[in-house]
């Protein structure tokens, strides 16, 4: 039995598919998106604490519901505009598919809450768009509240 567990991160919403065997077993729709998010609660350039506290708060919302209804896997695929602005902003090539365990996930979002609280964005060669803050915000809580081990951007 083959599972996948496939992420389509939009601007506005995104879409959650559970595959299995090639047969689509779940597909839920979230009223969570990385540009939607962005106007919602990222009004600082970088966002402050503050701003991240409350995007993770209404990602939660939308995430945690779905922990029952997810087949388990240990990988999440993250795919659409959300995926484009992460491999973006790391520097990865368009077309490349970047695999990333919750760890590196985790030093990712470190070097952001640094950004957050004070430490220039330069200095840490992170993109200045609230929508690729907004991504890692949606992509990390996903990982934890939905307990994936690893991501996979394409």
Not at 5 to 30: H, K, M, N, Y
Not at 68 to 77: G, M, P, S, Y
Request: glycine share 6%; aromatic share 4%; hydrophobic share 45%.
């Amino acid at each position: 039995m083959t599972v996948q567990t496939i992420l389509e991160l939009g601007a506005e919403s995104s879409r959650v598919l559970c595959i299995e065997d090639d047969r689509v077993v779940l597909e839920q729709d979230l009223p969570l998106g990385t540009a939607s998010l962005a106007r919602q609660w990222m009004r600082h350039t970088p966002p402050t604490p503050l701003d991240i506290e409350h995007a993770i708060e209404q990602t939660e919302d939308v995430v945690m519901p779905l922990a029952a209804k997810l087949v388990r896997t240990e990988q999440l695929q993250l795919r659409g505009s959300g995926a484009a602005l992460i491999l973006q902003g790391v520097g990865a090539a368009p077309d490349v598919a970047l695999p990333w365990n919750l760890d590196e996930v985790e030093d990712l979002f470190n070097r952001i809450a640094m950004v957050s609280q004070g430490r220039p964005s330069g200095q840490e060669a992170l993109p200045t768009a609230p929508e690729f803050y907004a991504a890692m915000v949606i992509l990390r809580e996903c990982l934890h509240h939905l307990r994936f081990g690893e991501v996979l951007l394409a």
